[in-house]
């Protein structure tokens, strides 16, 4: 078992989806991109996900068969207040403005700081500060693994939506792995932006020192 200061036993990250989810309730909702101009998605909640957290899925409509998919976890830091930190706000920003040309599903997960919430991500950054760890050695100082994240939900809400197979946008391999044996078929893998900074250039090596498909000679 896996240990964590929040006291909570994560989930089974394998096999096969035992519950399903079902769609709440869908709105149109104005969606602003970069540059400034505004378009049109549609908001979707849901009932029975097995975390029980509030996930959403932001909706562009699209005409693929196979539809683009970004699966993003939750970073208040990055996508709301713009930390340089790390690449999650332009991430996201990325995505909206490829979406919102092309069409897909934005999956927004509640999973803040991989899964350890923000107080304690927030914890992991003084850690960091104070005495150099990188961000997966100051997550283990705190008594987490890793990266707790667990995408049965994303396989959930996809599958609510009536997807199966997708087109997915990432540079984690593990998004991949786990959904595939949630039972969605992932037909192709669109790697991301790689949005290196000056602030942000340890934290991309060390997430590409642990698996991530991140080329750090490229910039975007």
């Known amino acids: 078992m896996l240990s964590t200061s929040s006291g909570e036993t994560p989930q089974p990250r394998t096999g096969p ?23 049109t998605a549609e908001m979707v909640s849901f009932t029975g996900l097995a975390d029980g957290r509030e996930h959403i899925a932001v909706v562009f409509p699209f005409a693929q068969a196979v539809p683009l998919v970004r699966v993003h976890s939750e970073c208040l830091t990055g996508d709301v207040f713009g930390s340089a930190r790390c690449d999650c706000g332009p991430q996201l920003t990325e995505v909206v403005d490829l979406f919102s040309d092309r069409g897909g599903i934005l999956l927004y997960l509640r999973q803040e700081g991989r899964g350890i919430g923000l107080y304690n991500k927030l914890e992991a950054y003084r850690l960091q500060d104070d005495r150099g760890l990188d961000t997966f ?10 990266d707790l994240r ?3 939900v994303a396989a959930q809400m996809l599958r609510a939506l009536g997807v199966t197979r997708i087109r997915l946008r990432t540079n984690n391999p593990d ?32 997430k590409a020192e642990q698996g991530h498909t991140i080329l750090l ?3 975007s």
């Not at 519950?19 to 378009?39: G, I, K, L, N």
């Not at 786990?178 to 037909?187: A, P, S």
Request: proline share 3%; hydrophobic share 30%; no cysteine.
């Open 217 to 219: 000679g490229e910039s």
């Open 150 to 152: 667990d995408y049965r």
């Open 17 to 39: 989806l035992t519950t399903q989810a079902t769609v709440r309730t869908r709105v149109e909702v104005p969606v602003r991109r970069s540059d400034r101009d505004w378009r």
């Open 175 to 206: 998004k991949i792995h786990q959904l595939e044996n949630y039972g969605i078929t992932v037909e192709e893998v669109l790697p991301t932006g790689v949005h290196r900074t000056e602030r942000n250039h340890e934290y991309l090596r060390v």
């Open 137 to 146: 050695a100051a997550n283990r100082e705190l008594n987490f693994s890793d």
